[in-house]
């Protein structure tokens, strides 16, 4: 079991800037690919960005390239989401995801979600 709790969320005037933190715990962190995604009231979930179990590899969805950078600290069992650049669009909840054996923007395949952190950007 791998326990996950993002921080970091708030309110931001567009143009400005966040970063989400997601720390986990449990069983051993770098074992697991991450993921953020995002939901905003009555759309899917949605994929965001992710990162491999090194931090070796990443990618970001289209719609947050070159805005949103992902990492991770595996000393610290932390990935982050630095996110620029924000845009009333960006609203959402943002959760963090863990997967043993995945690597993709699906998120059906995440074995373990934090419960959310609220990103609201104001025009």
């Known amino acids: 079991q791998v326990s996950l709790v993002e921080s970091g969320g708030g309110l931001v005037q567009a143009g400005g800037s966040l970063r989400l933190s997601c720390t986990a715990s449990g069983r051993t962190f770098s074992n697991y690919n991450m993921g953020w995604f995002r939901q905003a009231p009555g759309a899917e979930r949605e994929f965001v960005a992710r990162?491999?179990?090194?931090?070796?590899?990443?990618a970001t969805a289209d719609s947050v390239k070159g805005r949103f950078t992902i990492s991770r600290d595996n000393v610290k069992n932390t990935v982050y989401l630095q996110m620029n650049s924000l845009q009333p669009e960006d609203t959402a909840v943002y959760y963090c995801?863990?997967?043993?054996?995945?690597?993709?923007?699906?998120?059906?395949?995440?074995?373990?979600w934090g419960q959310g952190t609220q990103v609201t950007v104001s025009s």
């Open positions: 995801a863990a997967a043993a054996n995945y690597y993709g923007g699906r998120a059906a395949s995440y074995d373990y």
């Open positions: 990162i491999s179990y090194r931090g070796a590899t990443f």
